[in-house]
C-alpha cells in the first residue's frame, strides 16, 4: 500500500541553525501538509501546498519557515533559524484532492526535531 | 474559529471490556470527521472517516459515529485489548478549509 515516508526520522540542531525536514508523498497525491505536535500538546497545522504554491498557512508559518518541492517527488519544509520552541514532532501528510466528504489526509511517521 | 475536544483525557480500563471515547466539535460545518491512533513517540494512523452525510462507520471491533448538528463524534471499541493501548484523536475537516483540526486526544490503557 503507497504510504508517506518522512526523513530524517530525528534531527537534533543548534539553536540557530538551519534544518530541512524531507517528505516523500504518495505518489498520484497533489496537496501536501506539514504539521507539528510540541511534545504533550495537538497537533496543529502549519501549511498546505498546491500546485507550486502554498494554498494555506497558519500563523505558526511565519518568515523563518518555507516549503518547496524541489522535484517531481519531495515536498521539503525549511527552518531557517531554528529556536529552542521549534522542538517537535513534525507530520507531513497528502491527499489527491483537498475538499469533498471522501477527502483523507495520509500522514507519513514524522520526524521529531530537537533544538539544543 | 473550529475547537475540537476530547473527553476523557485518559481512561484505564480492563481488558476485555468495550470502551467510548468522545469527541466533540464546535462548528458543525465540516465535510467530515477522522479517527487516529497515536502510539508514543510515533506517527498518525488513521482509523477510520466518518463523511458528513453518514452516521456511522465501522471497522473490525472499531465504529465510529457522528452526529453533526450536535457537534459530537464517539469511538466505539469492542472487546478491548492490550494492543489497543494508545492515544486516540479525533480530527475534522470544516468547509473552507484544507486544514485538519486535531482534539487534544484521548489516552487510552488497556489492563492486561
Known amino acids: 500500500e503507497p504510504e508517506v515516508t518522512q526523513t530524517p526520522s530525528h534531527q537534533v540542531t543548534q539553536m540557530g541553525q538551519e534544518v530541512i525536514l524531507r517528505c516523500v508523498p504518495i505518489?498520484?497525491?497533489?496537496?501536501f501538509y506539514w504539521y507539528r505536535q510540541i511534545l504533550g500538546q495537538k497537533v496543529e497545522f502549519l501549511v498546505s501546498?498546491?500546485?507550486?504554491?502554498?494554498?494555506?498557512k497558519s500563523e505558526i508559518f511565519d518568515d523563518q519557515f518555507s516549503v518547496e518541492r524541489p522535484d517531481g517527488s519531495n515536498f521539503t519544509l525549511k527552518i531557517r533559524s531554528t529556536k529552542l520552541e521549534d522542538s517537535a514532532m513534525y507530520f507531513c501528510a497528502s491527499t489527491e484532492r483537498v475538499r469533498g466528504p471522501s477527502y483523507e489526509q495520509y500522514f507519513g511517521p514524522g520526524t521529531r526535531l530537537t533544538v539544543t | 474559529k473550529q475547537e475540537v475536544t476530547q473527553i476523557p483525557a485518559a481512561l484505564s480500563v480492563p481488558e476485555g471490556e468495550n470502551l467510548v471515547l468522545n469527541c466533540s466539535f464546535t462548528?458543525?460545518?465540516?465535510?467530515?470527521l477522522q479517527w487516529f491512533r497515536q502510539d508514543p513517540g510515533k506517527g498518525l494512523t488513521s482509523l477510520l472517516l466518518i463523511q458528513s452525510s453518514q452516521r456511522e462507520q465501522t471497522s473490525g471491533r472499531l465504529n465510529a459515529s457522528l452526529d453533526k448538528s450536535s457537534g459530537r463524534s464517539t469511538l466505539y471499541i469492542a472487546a478491548s485489548q492490550p494492543g489497543d493501548s494508545a492515544t486516540y484523536l479525533c480530527?475534522?475537516?470544516?468547509?473552507?478549509?484544507?486544514?485538519?483540526?486535531f482534539g487534544t486526544g484521548t489516552r487510552l490503557t488497556i489492563i492486561p
Open positions: 480530527a475534522v475537516l470544516n468547509f473552507g478549509n484544507e486544514k485538519l483540526t
Open positions: 462548528d458543525s460545518a465540516i465535510y467530515n
Open positions: 505518489s498520484n497525491h497533489l496537496y
Open positions: 501546498f498546491y500546485n507550486n504554491e502554498i494554498s494555506e
